[in-house]
């Protein structure tokens, strides 16, 4: 299944280390285990909180 929200890339744009998305990959997967869309809005929001952050 393709991904609906490219963290992915966008975590590339913004310069985010590979380990930095595995911890929020694991938080959303353990908070949505059974709904691919909802775990990576909470990743992409997780990852812009986080480069917002390092301003």
């Given at each position: 299944m393709?991904?609906?929200f490219d963290?992915?890339?966008i975590s590339r744009n913004l310069h985010i280390?590979?380990?930095v998305i595995g911890?929020?990959?694991k938080e959303a997967m353990?908070?949505?285990?059974?709904?691919?869309?909802?775990?990576e809005l909470h990743i992409l929001r997780a990852l812009?909180?986080?480069?917002?952050?390092?301003k």
């Open positions: 393709s991904p609906v963290y992915e890339t280390s590979r380990d911890k929020f990959e353990n908070e949505f285990p059974q709904d691919n869309m909802l775990r812009k909180a986080y480069a917002s952050t390092r």
